[in-house]
T-cell receptor
Framework: KAGVTQTPRYLIKTRGQQVTLSCSPI?????VSWYQQTPGQGLQFLFE???????NKGNFPGRFSGRQFSNSRSEMNVSTLELGDSALYLC????????????FGPGTRLTVT | DAKTTQPPSMDCAEGRAANLPCNHS???????VYWYRQIHSQGPQYIIH???NNETNEMASLIITEDRKSSTLILPHATLRDTAVYYC???????????????FGTGTRLQVTL
């Protein structure tokens, strides 16, 4: 069974631009969560989607948003990029809500200049 | 979810057992102990989890003390590929509102050496 895939793997953007990152969960997994990892703040939860609905949100500004499609694929969007948004963005999937065994993708490394 | 405390770093010789401790003194009865690891620049990888009994799988063993206030992850024969940051996470299965949220601490950086 294929793992979680994320595209693109690397991205360079300029301040003020917006960016969309994509995540394809493991086949059959319906819950997708997103995390941001920076050297200063570590791994922080962004949001979780299940059945195309955002179920839980971390403490991030409204510039960070996401969505989930009927096939469980998910996208996250960051608008009006700031230098501090430079980070590794990780997507994780799990078969159902409540499952603590999450399977992470390789991440998208976003650099904002 | 309960807070966890881990040593910032540990060393282990290749072939020896790596014992990674975690303190979770405020754990409540419905909270599980999870372990993940993150090899440099990769996504975290689930290792093992448990409630109160010791658990073992193909990757590791998890020993939870009887009072559940601490646990130890054991990698029986560490290899260079086990060099990573190891995270101990405590979470409840009951609150489905925050079910999939994992709260990562700073973890333990394990360095396996020749």
């Amino acid at each position: 069974k294929a793992g979680v895939t994320q595209t693109p793997r690397y991205l360079i953007k300029t301040r003020g631009q917006q960016v969309t990152l994509s995540c394809s969960p493991i086949s059959g997994h319906r819950s997708v969560s997103w995390y941001q990892q920076t050297p200063g703040q570590g791994l922080q939860f962004l949001f979780e989607y299940f059945s195309e609905t955002q179920r839980n949100k971390g403490n991030f500004p409204g510039r960070f948003s996401g969505r989930q499609f009927s096939n469980s694929r998910s996208e996250m969007n960051v608008s009006t990029l700031e230098l501090g948004d430079s980070a590794l963005y990780l997507c994780a999937s799990t078969p159902r809500r409540g499952g603590g065994e999450q399977y992470f993708g390789p991440g998208t490394r976003l650099t904002v200049t | 979810d309960a807070k966890t405390t881990q040593p910032p770093s540990m060393d282990c010789a290749e072939g020896r057992a790596a014992n990674l401790p975690c303190n979770h003194s405020t754990i409540s009865g419905n909270e599980y102990v999870y372990w993940y690891r993150q090899i440099h620049s990769q996504g975290p990888q689930y290792i093992i989890h448990g409630l109160k009994n010791n658990e073992t799988n193909e990757m590791a063993s998890l020993i939870i003390t009887e009072d559940r206030k601490s646990s130890t992850l054991i990698l029986p024969h560490a290899t260079l590929r086990d060099t990573a940051v190891y995270y101990c996470i405590v979470r409840s299965h009951l609150n489905t509102g925050t079910a999939s949220k994992l709260t990562f601490g700073t973890g333990t950086r394990l360095q396996v050496t020749l």
